[in-house]
C-alpha cells in the first residue's frame, strides 16, 4: 500500500507544479508552523479563490512572484517540497506547500498511512 501512495501523492506534486507553472493557481498565503518551519498555500479560480496580482498592476511585484512560483514549482517537480495537504473552507480550499527547504518535514506515505489507520479507527469506536 506505501508504493501507491507515495505515486499518488507524487502525482499531486506534479499536477500542482504543473497548476503553478500555468498560472492556475498562485501563492495565496503562507502558514506559520511548529519548529520555526512554514508551508505556502496556492489557490486560484479552480479552487474557489481570485487569483493574486498586484493592484495596480506593478510589474516588479509580479515578475517577483512569478519566480517564486518557478522556484516552488522546481522543488515540487525535484521532491524538494511536497503537496503536505489542504486547507478547506466554505466554498473554496487551497493546497499547501512545504518541506526541508521551508523548515518542514519531509512528507512520507506512512504518514498518510497512518492517518488513515487512525480514521478507521476513529470510526470503530463510533459503533
Partial sequence: MSKDIEVILRDLDFVTAALIFTGQITIGGVFIQ????????????????SRVES????????????????????????DR?????TFIAS???????????????KRQASDVERMVYDFKEY?????
Avoid at 470510526?123 to 459503533?127: A, E, F, R, V
Wanted: proline share 8%; aromatic share 8%.
Fill in 34 to 49: 511548529t519548529e520555526s518551519s512554514f508551508a505556502l498555500s496556492f489557490s486560484g479560480p479552480i479552487t474557489g479563490i
Fill in 55 to 78: 493592484k495596480p498592476r506593478r510589474p516588479i511585484v509580479d515578475a517577483s512572484l512569478d519566480i517564486v512560483h518557478f522556484l516552488v514549482a522546481l522543488l515540487l517537480i525535484s
Fill in 81 to 85: 517540497v511536497n503537496v503536505v495537504g
Fill in 91 to 105: 466554498g473554496r480550499f487551497t493546497i499547501v506547500v512545504g518541506g526541508p527547504p521551508f523548515g518542514g518535514d
Fill in 123 to 127: 470510526l470503530q469506536k463510533d459503533n
